[in-house]
């Protein structure tokens, strides 16, 4: 139990991350002043490949966003 226990914990730590930043995403994308065809591209993204989709909404969809 030593181990699991303590591994446990990254798990905890590594979800609560997880969530916190993915909600950050999608707080970020609602708001953003795009098309709602852009939104909804961008949630499907987020939603469906949530690790590589935040990194890319970071790297491209904010990018798009500074553009207006």
């Known amino acids: 139990s030593g181990m699991a226990g303590y591994m446990g ?24 002043k795009k098309q709602n065809e852009w939104k909804i591209l961008w949630l499907l993204v987020l939603t469906l490949v949530p690790v590589i989709g935040f990194f890319l909404y970071l790297i491209i969809g904010r990018q798009e966003t500074k553009k207006l």
Not at 9 to 28: K, M, P, Q, S
Request: avoid cysteine; aromatic fraction near 20%.
């Open 9 to 32: 914990g990254y798990t905890l730590a590594f979800l609560l991350i997880f969530v916190i930043i993915y909600v950050w995403a999608l707080v970020d994308m609602l708001q953003a």
